[in-house]
C-alpha cells in the first residue's frame, strides 16, 4: 500500500479550475512532486519543490500544500491534460521515496 | 540535450536473475550533481521507486525489494544498471531509468522512455 494517498479518477470541463490532491505524513515534513504521464509515455514531470514548473510546462499548472496535503492545480484545463498525474515524496523515514497510487484525469 | 535510455532483455524467466541498463548521454553521471534511479510501473498500475544510485556508490533502495535488489554505475561508459534477483510474475512491469535532482526537495526531472520487462516461463 502507498503512504501516499490520491483521488482515483477526476473529472474537469474543458476550461475549468481542478485541484488533484495527494495526503500523506510525510508531507508535513517535504516536499511533493507531480508528474504526468499519459497512455504509452513516460512520466513527465510537472511540478517539483512544492510549486516550481520546469522549462516548457505551461503556467496553467502549479502546486501548493498545506499539512499533510499537497495539491496541483490546473487552472483552464486543456484537452491535452486528459492523462494520469501521480505525486511523489520522501516517507516517513525520509531515505525512501514513495509515489501516490495516482489519478487519472478526465477533461469534459 | 540529456537522454536516458534503458536497455535490457525483455523477457525473463521466472527465479532467475533481471539485467537492465541504463545509457545517459548529455551529461556525466561521475559529475556528481546527480543521482540516477530505477522506477517501474506494472501494467495498468502505478508507480514504484526502486532505488537510486550515486557514482560514488552511496545506494538507497526501496525496503520491499532491498533483499533483491543491486544497483552499479560504469562512468567509463556513462552507465548504470540494476540487477533484481529471484524474479516472480509479479516483478513484470516497465522499468523506467530517471535522472534524480537533489537541489532542495528531490525529484525526478528526466525519464528513460522505459522497458518492458516480463517475467515468463
Known amino acids: 500500500s502507498s503512504e501516499l494517498t490520491q483521488d482515483p479518477i477526476v473529472s474537469v470541463a474543458l476550461g475549468q479550475t481542478v485541484k488533484i490532491t495527494c495526503q500523506g505524513d510525510?508531507?508535513?515534513?517535504?516536499?511533493a512532486s507531480w508528474y504526468q504521464q499519459k497512455p504509452g509515455l513516460a512520466p513527465l514531470l510537472v511540478i517539483y519543490?512544492?510549486?516550481n514548473r520546469p522549462s516548457g510546462i505551461p503556467g496553467r499548472f502549479s502546486g501548493s500544500g498545506s499539512g499533510n496535503t499537497a495539491s496541483l492545480t490546473i487552472t483552464g484545463a486543456q484537452a491535452e491534460d486528459e492523462a494520469d498525474y501521480f505525486c511523489?515524496?520522501?516517507?516517513?523515514?525520509?531515505?525512501?521515496?514513495?509515489f501516490g497510487g495516482g489519478t487519472r484525469l478526465t477533461v469534459l | 540535450q540529456v537522454q536516458l535510455q534503458e536497455s535490457g532483455p525483455g523477457l525473463v524467466k521466472p527465479s532467475q536473475t533481471l539485467s537492465l541498463t541504463c545509457t545517459v548521454s548529455?551529461?556525466?553521471?561521475?559529475?556528481?550533481?546527480?543521482?540516477w534511479s530505477w522506477i517501474r510501473q506494472p501494467p495498468g498500475k502505478g508507480l514504484e521507486w526502486i532505488g537510486y544510485i550515486h557514482y560514488s556508490g552511496s545506494t538507497y533502495y526501496n525496503p520491499s525489494l532491498k533483499s533483491r535488489v543491486t544497483t552499479s554505475v560504469d562512468t567509463s561508459k556513462n552507465q548504470f544498471s540494476l540487477k533484481l534477483s529471484s524474479v516472480t510474475a509479479a516483478d513484470t512491469a516497465v522499468y523506467y531509468c530517471a535522472r534524480t535532482t537533489p537541489h532542495g526537495s528531490w525529484y525526478f526531472d528526466l525519464w528513460g522512455r522505459g522497458t518492458l520487462l516480463t517475467v515468463s516461463s
Open positions: 510525510s508531507l508535513r515534513d517535504y516536499y
Open positions: 548529455g551529461v556525466s553521471i561521475s559529475s556528481g550533481d546527480y543521482y
Open positions: 511523489n515524496s520522501r516517507d516517513t523515514s525520509g531515505f525512501h521515496w514513495v
Open positions: 519543490a512544492k510549486n
